[in-house]
Every structure is written in structure tokens, then in C-alpha cells.
């Protein structure tokens, strides 16, 4: 079956440092997002990217944030200049774009542990 | 977005059914239900859709009684493995993001 990867599983940063968290999402799927989840709180919806854009962002996705998709595999999270506050779990979600029966279901990675000390 | 209200917690023995039910009560007439699982340290997984009356899958089974305004996830015979925390997610935007509440952590015993 197949499934979303992410990279690393666990990083740990200094604050102020930059990170890049890696996701492979399921090859034919169009629809890709990252999720973050603080220590006991909620699953947090970051992002959202189809067609080599943006789609939709949540408050959290400040201006520190970015995505991209470097190639037809890749999709990337990069914080610019992480805060204690941004350790969390990191979720890369892909979709397809013919969901027309389930056009909820989003497939998950694994997750990155995000520390920042 | 529709709220949802859930059971924060919930306790079952290996072998018994065990449903939890969702609150939905300003439910949008384009809205889905849509229910997740959650494991430690994983990333949710899809369990299960739906928009009316019953549906099932190889899973569980999601009842949705005809006001729409409450849902339920049946678990049949539920192992050790079941242990998790159960979302349920009311949206019409099927493009873009799921919103996750607190969720439902339903805990079986041996």
C-alpha cells in the first residue's frame, strides 16, 4: 500500500536556526498539506498546496513558514528562524484529486519530531 | 465549520462493541462527517466517511441518524490495538483542510 514518507523522524534545532522537514507524498496525489501537533494539544492544520501554489494557510503559517514542492516528489516545510514555541510533531497529509466518494480522506505521514532548544 | 462535541474518554474490554458518538449540531447541509484515528506518535489515519443513514467498511460502521445532527462510530469486537484517540471531523471543504478537535481517547483492556 502505498504511503506518505517524512524526514527526518527527528530533528532537533536552536532557536533561531533554520529547519527543513521533508515529505514524500503518495506519488499520484494532489493535494499535499502539513499539520503540526504541540505535546497533548490538537492535530493543527498549517497549510495547504495543489498546483504548485498555496490554496490555503492557517494564522500559524506566519511569514517564518514556507513550502515547496522542488520537484514532482518532493514537498518541503522550512522554517526560517525557529522558537522554542515551534516543537511540536509535524504532519505531511496528501490527497488525490479524485475523491469524489471520500473527498476527506487525506493520507498521513509518520511525522518529524520538531525540537528546538 | 460545524463544532463537534465528543467524549473525551472512554473505556472498553477486548471483544466488545464499542461506539462513540459525535455532536454536530449546526451541520451544513453540504457537510460530511468524517471520522479519524489517531495512535501515539503517528499521524491520523482515515477511517471512515460519510454524509447519511449508514455506512460501513472493513473497519467500523458510521450511523447517522436523518436530522444529521449527531453521528456514531461503531467498533465491533475491538482488540488491544484499537487503543487511540477517535476524531470526529464536520466540514464541506473537501479541497483543503481537515479541523481536528480534542477528540475521543477510547482505551481497551485486556
Known amino acids: 500500500e502505498p504511503e506518505v514518507t517524512q524526514t527526518p523522524s527527528h530533528q532537533v534545532t536552536q532557536m533561531g536556526q533554520e529547519v527543513i522537514l521533508r515529505c514524500v507524498p503518495i506519488?499520484?496525489?494532489?493535494?499535499f498539506y502539513w499539520y503540526r501537533q504541540i505535546l497533548g494539544q490538537k492535530v493543527e492544520f498549517l497549510v495547504s498546496?495543489?498546483?504548485?501554489?498555496?490554496?490555503?494557510k492557517s494564522e500559524i503559517f506566519d511569514d517564518q513558514f514556507s513550502v515547496e514542492r522542488p520537484d514532482g516528489s518532493n514537498f518541503t516545510l522550512k522554517i526560517r528562524s525557529t522558537k522554542l514555541e515551534d516543537s511540536a510533531m509535524y504532519f505531511c497529509?496528501?490527497?488525490?484529486?479524485?475523491?469524489?466518494?471520500?473527498?476527506?480522506?487525506?493520507?498521513f505521514g509518520p511525522g518529524t519530531r520538531l525540537t528546538v532548544t | 465549520l460545524a463544532k463537534t462535541t465528543q467524549p473525551i474518554s472512554m473505556d472498553s474490554y477486548e471483544g466488545q462493541e464499542v461506539n462513540i458518538t459525535c455532536s454536530h449540531n449546526?451541520?451544513?447541509?453540504?457537510?460530511?462527517i468524517t471520522w479519524y484515528q489517531q495512535f501515539p506518535s503517528q499521524g491520523p489515519r482515515f477511517i471512515i466517511q460519510?454524509?447519511?443513514t449508514k455506512v460501513t467498511n472493513e473497519v467500523a460502521s458510521l450511523f447517522i441518524p436523518a436530522d444529521r445532527k449527531s453521528s456514531t462510530l461503531s467498533l465491533p469486537r475491538v482488540s488491544l490495538s484499537d487503543t487511540a484517540v477517535y476524531y470526529c471531523?464536520?466540514?464541506?471543504?473537501?479541497?483543503?483542510?481537515?479541523?481536528f478537535g480534542g477528540g475521543t481517547r477510547l482505551m481497551v483492556k485486556p
Open positions: 498546496f495543489y498546483n504548485n501554489e498555496i490554496s490555503e
Open positions: 460519510g454524509y447519511k
Open positions: 506519488s499520484n496525489h494532489l493535494y
Open positions: 471531523l464536520v466540514g464541506n471543504n473537501a479541497g483543503n483542510m481537515l479541523t
Open positions: 449546526n451541520i451544513a447541509t453540504n457537510d460530511y
Open positions: 497529509a496528501s490527497r488525490n484529486g479524485t475523491g469524489l466518494l471520500l473527498p476527506y480522506e487525506q493520507y
